[in-house]
């Protein structure tokens, strides 16, 4: 399976823009970029995925560089809640066995 | 409300005790799969099910069956317990094993 990088952690201010990077310079044509959190004492929850072009969402917008070697969550105004761990992780699609690899992921620090 | 339900949310147990963890789901997925979280070994697989009566082995399914009897139901079944199984246990379902995963909201198990 391709693997993915990221910072161990970062820090965001409340209501500020918040850019979580993520590198994948192994993946595949194929490969679609996930995003998950998952937030203190909670099992995690999917944030967005997408392929090739960037895509918005309720929660985040997901911005993929166009030779797909890396990408950014973006999280618009941070709030307290999003106090997370992220994780990026590469699926493979469309067909076939996917599974969910949970790397260490990000861990977003969000001050009042 | 479309949901993953564990139960129980917290055990203590002894070494050596049978017991189950249950998880169901609502939303009529097929696909369905069990995790284990430690501190710095991060989310690892244990076993999944592609559907009813088809499991198959994760990445860590030493001490541990699964079944699944029914689409809704995947329950955990630890035979004979023991300290290194103590762990935060999450249940997870989606449509596929690529589709967008939802999570339970955990198991905190202590085996003395």
């Known amino acids: 399976d391709a693997k993915t990088t990221q910072p161990n952690s970062m820090e965001s201010n409340e209501e500020e823009p918040v850019h979580l990077p993520c590198n994948h310079s192994?993946?595949?044509?194929?490969?679609?970029i996930h995003w998950y959190r998952q937030l203190p004492s909670q099992g995690p929850e999917y944030v967005i995925h997408?392929?090739?072009s960037n895509v918005n969402n309720r929660m985040a917008s997901l911005a993929i560089a166009e030779d797909r070697k890396s990408s950014t969550l973006i999280l618009h105004r941070a709030t307290l809640r999003d106090a997370a761990v992220y994780y990026c992780?590469?699926?493979?699609?469309?067909?076939?066995?996917?599974?969910?690899?949970f790397g260490k992921g990000t861990m977003l620090l969000v001050s009042p | 409300e479309a949901q993953v339900t564990q139960n129980p949310r917290y055990l203590i147990t002894v070494t050596g005790k049978k017991l189950t963890v249950t998880c169901s789901q609502n939303?009529?997925?097929?696909?369905m799969s069990w995790y284990r979280q430690d501190p710095g070994l991060g989310l690892r697989q244990i076993y999944y099910?592609?559907?009813?009566?088809?499991?198959d082995k994760g990445d860590v399914p030493e001490g541990y069956k699964v079944s699944r009897k029914e689409k809704r139901n995947f329950p955990l079944i630890l035979e004979s317990p023991s300290p290194n199984q103590t762990s935060l246990y999450f249940c997870?379902?989606?449509?596929?094993?690529?589709?967008?995963?939802?999570f339970g909201q955990g198991t905190r198990l202590t085996v003395v």
């Open positions: 997870a379902s989606s449509l596929s094993s690529r589709a967008q995963a939802f």
């Open positions: 192994t993946i595949s044509g194929t490969d679609y």
């Open positions: 997408g392929l090739t």
């Open positions: 992780i590469l699926r493979v699609g469309p067909s076939g066995y996917s599974t969910l690899t």
């Open positions: 939303m009529n997925h097929e696909y």
């Open positions: 099910s592609m559907n009813v009566e088809v499991t």
